[in-house]
């Protein structure tokens, strides 16, 4: 907690700083614990129930952690088009055996459309993606 | 080894980094430096090609390779670099584009500020704070500049009415949100020529009296943010920002605020929610936000590329700008061309240049080997334009005449494989998940619409479906109150009203002429093809695939839920679709 009480004090000069603390914060934990949002609350005195309303509000921001490889599979229009549903398949598919090592989203434009389908492993984008490159991603990560 | 002569430049923007470029850039360090200076520079345009090694030689002459990978990487070394012999069959061609806006990505390192100033970087703030706001806005008006965000407002009315507004603080926000889920000349700009935003941000502030700007960007853009937080801190060390810039009274400070992925935030009124701290809801306007912004104070709000011109147009003159264009569209406009076309990349275009010319000549033409059948323009808030239709110049005006939009600047090409309802389907199932809920139409509207077109790609559909999606577009276009809703059925209309066979082939024969829709086609292994490797069946996830390598192999219809992975791993191109009637 001491850590939280750190993040708000450092916002405290940003102009309306509900959104960067709790972006902050899960930066650093990987999602935002309902225990954490209590204290943001109290510090910075905004009901939680508003702090509930933005975190739902928005996708980026999550309740529970993630698991050890975190994967995005990008759904936006460029990727739709080049076979980005067999990619998420192939990722859901080859990761549902090991619970909890996974955690597989879909999510909007990365911006590299003429790589497209693209897909970001824990922090790399990968490109030019086919379902069976994409499987293989992920064997080599289970091991 | 001294050849000072030489500079070499690497592409690291995303694209290119997400192709290696990162790498290429270790290697040609440890390679030549620091005999030949090695530097990072942002997006060409020509993402088809990445990585990208750009030589540039003393005399001004430069070399550009393309796709280059470790082979190629040291020839480049060996032969151009310590050998000054041009290694030509590896040089690809330079972007034939105007460049305006683009001017500097790919040209300068967009992490060091001196290589802004170098191109006469923040030339265009100290023209700006040598003469009067008023003027400033007169230029912006001469040179007909409007929005890039999507709706073309007029930029200097927006600052005008800013301006005369007596309320204090004031506030400029760079809309840098880019939801269009395929567009990414925002994303370009940012991370190739940050100081040009800044310093488009610095003028609108200083024109309309503002001493605070946000940029709102995408939380999904690290790099973009990583660079801008980079050339605010420069800015700063070198007065450009903060009090007294250039020793003159106008103060500016500028803050970055992530976005936290959600698509509506993109709209003006729901991101200055957001900044705000709250849920990301539209609001009615008027009030606009130049009367009632951020913390109910006057607050311009412009987006990335409208900004990036700004600096341009201060510097060079708005006669320049308005050189390119047409009457009322003038200028330059950048689009992510994306899809079924060769050069897929950014390009930069007069207004005014075809939609044929964009595809054959700029993008090289179609991938795929297919026909070219139709561009969609603005993402989930645009419409298909079909291909009879490509003499159809870019501007404002002649793609609102044929139900499109402009937009912000996604532009995706589709070749004859591609299914038009399934592509209605995916934009409107983005924008219901998208839609804040806030209004009824918007919210209930866009389900209603997506329900009828899952039935009708499940081979369920019925011909009246088809008047109740045009009805039911047109009220949720008119009930709406943002332009999330306005524009979301634009996708759904035009392909209606472009590619009805399709739909009805769809819904009469239980038929996906472009063999897309899952529920209506079946996988089959050709006999004659199959090399019976196998390959197939530990592909397929739920044992669908029966056989071995003795006996030929089979897809158990019953069982596949045609999800095409056993296609990606066949080798031989040996798994066909077949468009047939519902498979049961
Ligand atoms: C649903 C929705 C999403 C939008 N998304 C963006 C966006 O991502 N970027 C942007 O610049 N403008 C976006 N706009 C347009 C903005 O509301 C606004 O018109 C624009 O930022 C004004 O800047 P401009 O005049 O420089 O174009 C969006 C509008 C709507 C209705
Ligand atoms: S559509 Fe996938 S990266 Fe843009």
């Known amino acids: 907690m001491e850590r939280i009480d750190q993040i708000v004090k450092k916002h405290q000069q940003t102009i309306s700083p509900t959104i960067p603390i709790l972006q902050e914060i899960q930066a650093i934990y990987g999602y935002v614990a309902p225990e954490f949002l209590v204290r943001v609350a109290e510090l910075i005195d905004v009901p939680l129930s508003t702090l509930y309303g933005v975190v739902t509000f928005y996708t980026q921001f999550r309740l ?46 990365l911006g590299c459309c003429s790589l497209a389908p693209v897909a970001n492993v824990n922090g790399k984008i990968h490109g030019n993606l086919t379902a069976d490159q994409a499987r293989k991603l992920v064997k080599k990560l289970k091991s | 080894m001294t050849r000072k002569d030489y ?45 990208l090694v750009e030589v540039r030689s003393l005399s001004g002459q430069r070399y550009l390779y393309g796709n280059v990978t470790e082979d190629k990487l040291t020839r480049i070394i060996n032969e151009h670099l310590l050998n000054n012999q041009v290694v030509q069959e590896l040089l690809v061609p330079y972007p ?100 040009s935003v800044l310093e488009g941000i610095l003028i609108a502030g200083y024109a309309i009296g503002a001493e605070q700007g946000f940029i709102y960007v995408r939380a999904e853009y690290p790099l973009a943010i990583q660079r801008l937080r980079l050339a605010i801190q420069q800015a700063m060390d070198y007065n450009l920002l903060g009090k007294q810039i250039l020793g003159t009274d106008f103060n500016f400070d500028i803050q970055i605020r992530e976005g936290a992925g959600a698509f509506v935030c993109g709209e003006e009124t729901a991101l200055l929610m957001s900044i705000e701290g709250q849920r990301g809801m539209p609001r009615f306007r008027p009030p606009y936000p130049v009367d009632k912004g951020l913390f109910d104070c006057p607050t311009v709000i412009n987006n ?28 330059t406009k950048v689009f992510a061309l994306t899809g079924d076309v060769k050069h ?10 075809t939609i044929n010319e964009l595809v054959f000549e700029i993008g090289g033409g179609i991938s795929t080997g297919g026909q070219f059948k139709a561009i969609q323009t603005g993402g989930p808030s645009g419409g298909c334009i079909p291909a009879e239709l490509g003499a159809t110049p870019v501007d404002y005006e002649s793609l ?86 306005q524009t979301a059925p634009n996708p759904l209309l035009t392909t209606l009203k472009y590619f009805r066979p399709e739909y009805e082939a769809h819904i009469l024969e239980k038929r996906c002429p472009a063999k ?61 679709i077949s468009a047939g009637e519902v498979a049961s």
């Open chain 2, 400 to 485: 609102a005449e044929i139900g499109a939009i402009m937009g912000s600047g996604g532009l995706l090409v589709m070749d004859d494989a591609t299914c038009m309802v399934n592509v209605a389907q995916y934009f409107l199932s983005f924008a219901s998940a998208e839609s804040c809920g806030k209004c009824t139409f918007c919210r209930i509207g866009t389900q209603k619409m997506l329900e009828i077109l899952n039935k009708i790609t499940a081979g369920q559909g019925e011909l009246q479906d088809l008047e109740t999606l045009e009805e039911l577009g047109k009220k949720v276009a008119a009930g709406s109150m943002c332009g999330l809703g």
């Open chain 2, 516 to 576: 897309q829709c899952q529920a209506l086609i079946d996988y089959q292994i050709d006999s004659e093809l199959c090399r019976s490797c196998g390959l197939c069946k530990q592909a397929c996830p739920v044992n669908a695939i029966t056989g071995s390598r003795q006996e030929a192999y089979q897809i158990n219809q019953s069982v596949c839920i045609r999800c095409g992975l056993c296609v990606s791993s066949c080798k031989f191109a040996a798994i066909l």
């Open chain 2, 7 to 51: 500079q070499v430049y690497v592409g690291m923007a995303s694209c290119g980094i997400a192709s290696g470029a990162d790498l290429v850039f270790e290697k040609l360090v440890e390679a030549v430096s620091p005999s030949i200076a090695v530097e990072p520079t942002g997006c060409l345009g020509i993402c088809f090609c990445e990585p």
């Open chain 1, 64 to 109: 529970e952690p993630l698991g050890k490889n975190h994967i995005q599979v990008c759904h936006g229009t460029a990727c739709h088009l080049r076979g980005a549903d067999q990619v998420f398949h192939a990722i859901e598919y080859e990761s549902q055996t090991s619970a909890g090592e996974f955690s597989v989203e879909k999510v909007a434009c």
């Open chain 2, 96 to 195: 034939q584009q105007v460049r305006f806006a683009l001017q500097n990505c790919g040209l300068i390192n967009p992490e060091d500020l001196h290589s802004y100033i170098e191109v006469n970087g923040y030339s265009g703030l100290r023209k700006a704070l040598a003469s009067s706001p008023e003027a400033v806005i007169n230029e912006i008006k001469i040179a007909g500049l409007r929005g890039r965000g999507g709706a073309g407002f007029p930029t200097h009315l927006k600052w005008s009415l800013a301006r005369q507004s007596l309320v204090q603080p004031k506030y400029v926000i760079c809309n840098a949100d880019e939801g269009d889920p395929g567009a990414f000349m925002d994303r370009s700009i940012l991370e190739s020529d940050p100081h």
């Open chain 2, 344 to 353: 897929s990349g950014l390009v930069e275009i007069p207004m005014g240049t």
């Open chain 2, 304 to 331: 990335v590329e409208t900004l990036a011109n700004v600096p341009r147009i201060m510097e060079k003159g708005a006669a320049v700008f308005n050189q390119y264009g047409t009457k009322q569209s003038t200028g």
